[in-house]
Nanobody, 119 residues
């Protein structure tokens, strides 16, 4: 497993932007798939986006396509989530997660960072 630490959450007005970071440590990441999930108030945790660490192939939930961009910096062992055109519905605790391969589930999780979008 790896250790994951998120940062960059905060309060922003609707239409604004935030960039979340996820610092990764502990293992070689070449086969890993990294992801962002979120859990809104009273809701289940849901997938937001994922990216392969080696090739950078990204997948997005329909609700964030065109507004959010996932990326990673191999040299810095850091993953990012650039969030633009934020909506109140994006308010949630955002978690980064790691899966050792594309066929395994996400089994390493960060502590989460709060994103609040005001209307």
């Amino acid at each position: 497993q790896v250790q994951l630490v998120e940062s960059g959450g905060g309060l922003v007005q609707a239409g604004g932007s935030l960039r979340l970071s996820c610092a990764v440590s502990g293992r070689t990441l070449s086969t890993y798939v990294m992801g962002w999930f979120r859990q809104g108030p009273g809701k289940e945790r849901k997938f937001v986006a994922s990216i392969t660490w080696s090739g950078g192939s990204a997948v997005y939930a329909d609700s964030v396509k065109g507004r959010f961009t996932i990326s990673r910096d191999n040299a810095k062992n850091t993953m990012y989530l650039q969030m633009n055109s934020l909506e109140p519905e994006d308010t949630a605790v955002y978690y980064c997660a790691a899966a050792r391969t594309s066929t395994l589930g996400f089994d390493s999780w960060g502590q989460g960072t709060q994103v609040t979008v005001s209307s």
